[in-house]
């Protein structure tokens, strides 16, 4: 007997099916679900492991009617099969059809554009305060993974729900992972329950005043169906904790979890991936800060749960030992504990994704900046070719960061001097530091880098006509210079390296120029070129600014919005020729 996954289009049509055909149903998606990540790629773990849990989910409540938030929501791949979306998860032309998130865009059944962590238990508890003050009666529930809820929000929005005094539901999905492995006493608590079967008289969630249940099964469809029937349209506040594998059904994504919860296109059969990436910028920090590590037991290394996302794997965090610090996801934690860090004594360098460093600006601005203390935030992901999920975008960075009193923010162009912008904010102790990693393929340089990062670097001298290029963008400035010189003009073209100010004395040299084209590295409001055209405005040349646009955009092609914003070369040389 098979199930025909083509005519799922509502959750209404798995209503009627007996225990067996919707544990059929739910070997069916995850094979579908197998088949499609190998292909396209995308988080893998996440999904595998809780097939089930979303198909006992669709069976006992009645979305969209009743509300379920997913945390993050990389793990709503499942839910989006069973909510008329089936044909992006088993036609291969239809592939691309859906996002990795939940996306209001797509479907009535998806709440949120959900794409960082920690949020849903807040959202949720927004829901029912709205249901309650309304006068309705649906279920409303939270869908959050365990690395998720030891995430500062999560807390505080923890501590609240029970205050509600109605219907709350929390569904705890404890895989016992993170990205990488969970850090903090939660999950030795966690793993207490567990071990007792939900039955140790020390519990965190009924000493806040939830109800608890604990399912050991958490990938048995009827011991599933069982407790969300048990908790469906209860009165009170409620966990039902979850006991599941992360990569369930894919032996590969079981054996090594970390590796698995987001992938590239991978051979299904031995999980070998189907691209081999050379060396990365991720290398080149990783190198750089062991090597820092070894050299000054006062150096230490943080990550907010993403150690993979600098290049951090198993094997470098256990070289680097004591001296590397995984504060879980919880950005905001991180980031003040490298000012107490720094405070102490010591050389702290926080690695950190640039779309998940705007969720700690006021420690940024408040512990950091005010205090002045010499932390070092290296930002990964950040520019035109970082991330491009609508939820993951790292194109603010600069606008965010540069403009708080205090911090020094660096934007490297290659990997000599990205090593070397790394090495100086260790090493110095007058400022607080922030290094963009740059984005793009890998580059190396074979000129001496000029360790003075508070100048901006003169690479081509020319008359009338200059282009500062921020980053990546530089090498659209040479392109463009390239472009130009065969047309018979010289321009000069700068690497401005500081963008968290100006350099005065190199601006005023252009002070006779007919035009200078600045090309920022994300959004143009706020960004480095505008304090260019600010410092120049009442000098003579006639600034132009390049750069992105102020918007949010989804799964963009940074080619075309390059184009679309005139940022090739090709475009870059035309205004100038003009």
């Given amino acids: 007997m098979q199930i025909d996954l083509s005519k799922i289009k509502s959750p209404s049509d798995i209503k009627e099916m007996s225990i067996d055909q919707l544990e059929l149903l739910s070997g069916e998606l995850r094979a579908a679900l197998i088949k499609k990540l190998a292909v396209h790629g995308g988080h893998v773990g996440p999904n595998l492991g809780v097939v089930e849990a979303t198909v006992a989910l ?8 009743d509300e379920i938030v997913f945390d993050v929501s990389h793990q709503s791949y499942v ?14 032309a239809r592939y691309d059809e859906v996002t990795g998130y939940t996306s209001p865009d797509e479907s009535k059944y998806d709440l949120f554009e959900v794409g960082h962590t920690s949020t849903s238990i807040s959202l949720a508890t927004g829901l029912a305060k709205a249901r309650d003050l309304q006068g309705g009666k649906q279920n409303v529930i939270a869908f959050i993974g365990d690395a998720s809820l030891g995430g500062g929000m999560a807390l505080e929005a ?12 929390l569904v705890l999905n404890d895989n016992q992972m993170s990205i990488a492995e969970n850090h903090g006493e939660l999950y030795a608590h966690l793993k207490e ?4 079967d939900g039955q140790s008289p020390n519990n965190i969630f009924k000493a806040l005043g939830y109800e608890y249940l604990y399912v050991a099964e958490g990938n048995d469809l009827r011991h599933l169906i069982k407790a969300f029937e048990e908790v469906k349209d209860t009165d009170k506040a409620v966990v039902v904790h979850l006991n599941t594998m992360k990569g369930k059904g894919l032996p590969v994504a ?41 050299e000054n037991d006062k150096v230490v290394l943080l990550t907010a749960g993403t150690p993979g996302a600098m290049g951090f794997d198993k094997p470098r965090r256990e070289r680097a030992g004591k001296q590397f610090i995984d504060v879980g996801i919880a950005e905001q934690d991180g980031v003040t504990m490298t000012a107490g860090m720094a405070k102490g004594g010591l050389r702290p360098v926080m690695g950190v994704v640039s779309t998940f460093l705007q969720r700690a600006y006021d420690q940024l601005s408040h512990d950091i900046a005010v205090n002045n203390l010499p932390s070092v935030i290296v930002d990964f992901y950040c520019g035109v070719y970082g991330m491009n999920d609508v939820t993951h975008l790292g194109l603010f960075d600069v606008a965010m960061v540069s403009n708080i009193p205090n911090i020094k923010m660096f934007s490297a162009t290659n990997a000599e001097e990205y090593e070397a912008m790394i090495r100086m904010g260790v090493a110095q102790t007058e400022s607080p530091v922030v290094v963009r990693t740059p984005g ?18 003169i690479l081509r001298e020319g008359k009338d006509f200059a282009i500062i290029g921020e980053g990546a963008m530089l090498q659209n400035a040479l392109q463009a210079a390239d472009i130009l010189k065969e047309k018979g003009v010289e321009v000069t073209v700068i690497n401005p390296r500081i963008i968290s100010e100006v350099d005065k004395e190199a601006l005023d040299r252009l002070r006779d120029y007919k035009r200078v084209v600045t090309i920022d590295d994300g959004i143009v409001d706020g960004g480095f070129g505008q304090k260019v055209a600010a410092y120049l405005g009442d000098k003579g040349p006639k600034v132009t600014c390049l750069g992105l646009q102020k918007e949010f955009m989804d799964k963009y092609d940074a080619k075309s919005v390059l184009r679309d914003n005139g940022m090739l070369p090709e475009q870059i040389a035309a205004l100038i020729h003009e």
């Fill in 58 to 65: 669709h069976y006992v409540f009645n979305a969209p009617t």
């Fill in 79 to 92: 839910h989006k099969m069973l909510t008329g979306r089936i044909g992006a998860f088993i036609d291969p």
């Fill in 158 to 169: 923890l501590n609240y729900a029970p205050c509600l005094g109605s219907n709350f539901i």
């Fill in 193 to 196: 329950l567990r071990d007792t």
């Fill in 254 to 294: 079981e054996a090594n979890k970390e590796a698995f919860h987001y992938s590239g296109p991978f051979n299904a059969e031995t999980g070998a991936p189907e691209y081999q990436g050379g060396e990365s910028y991720l290398d080149i920090f990783a190198n750089t800060m062991l090597s820092l590590i070894e």
């Fill in 440 to 457: 793009g393929r890998l580059l190396h340089s074979d000129r001496k880098v000029d360790t003075d990062f508070y100048r901006y670097e």
